[in-house]
């Protein structure tokens, strides 16, 4: 059980495109959902919180306009990378959580923009 | 805010030393503590988590953690390493308030040689 799916696994993208990242959990209903990114020998760093029923809460230095998160139902959000920049080449990362108890991660998305 | 810091950021060992990874946090409210682990190549997995309760929280693998709240500590512990433990190992806090942000810690490269 507790199965969450991140789809694409790695995706490749021109500089001003944007690229819509997936997360799925499988078996289980996702009160919240996390997404983060992390950068070579980095940890994760939190870009935002989306829980049940309201707009994702973003962390300070995220902008919002630019990284959308869309959390479309209790088993489905959506990161979308808009206007991508090779800066935004990252490792990002999704979890969801059932009510302030453990998540539960994707295998998380390369992104390359060149 | 809530953050949380782990010490030791690569610790090499030799297969069959103990271990013990520092995890602190700094939250003044009730939290929940996690350790994951993130093999080459894979997903984040949780080793083991504790909410309330007995302070000392057995994992899979043989790890285990113990919790003392006067230290605002959360180490990690394994009395014996093998090759197969090397992986990066993050330190995890959400606090149990309306935020349910679950913040990492930076993490810690463990290298176990054969």
């Known amino acids: 059980g507790a199965v969450v799916s991140q789809h694409p696994s790695w995706v490749i993208c021109k500089s001003g495109t944007s690229v819509k990242i997936e997360c799925r959990s499988l078996?289980?209903?996702?009160?919240?959902m996390f997404w983060y990114r992390q950068f070579p020998k980095q940890s994760l760093m939190l870009m935002a919180t989306?829980?049940?029923?309201?707009?994702?809460?973003?962390e300070q230095g995220v902008e919002k306009d630019k990284f959308l998160i869309n959390h479309a139902s209790l088993t489905l959000s959506t990161l979308t990378v808009t206007s991508a920049h090779p800066e935004d080449s990252s490792f990002y990362i999704c979890?969801?959580?059932?009510?302030?108890?453990?998540?539960?991660f994707g295998q998380g998305t390369r992104l390359t923009v060149v | 805010a809530q953050s949380v810091s782990q010490h030791n950021h690569h610790v090499i060992l030799s297969e069959a030393a103990s271990l013990e990874l520092g995890c602190n946090y700094s939250y003044g409210g009730t939290v929940n503590l996690f350790w994951y682990v993130q093999y080459p190549g894979q997903h984040l997995q949780l080793l083991l988590k504790?909410?309330?309760?007995?302070?000392l929280v057995k994992g899979i693998k043989g790890f285990e953690a113990e919790f003392i709240k006067s230290k605002f500590s959360f180490n990690l512990r394994k009395p014996s390493v093998q090759w197969s433990d090397t992986a990066e190992y993050f330190c995890a806090v959400v606090s149990s308030g309306s935020a349910r942000q679950l913040t990492f810690g930076s993490g810690t490269q463990l290298t176990v040689l054969p």
């Open positions: 989306s829980n049940e029923g309201s707009k994702a809460t973003y």
């Open positions: 979890g969801c959580g059932t009510g302030g108890t453990e998540a539960f």
């Open positions: 078996d289980f209903q996702a009160t919240t």
């Open positions: 504790y909410f309330s309760g007995d302070p």
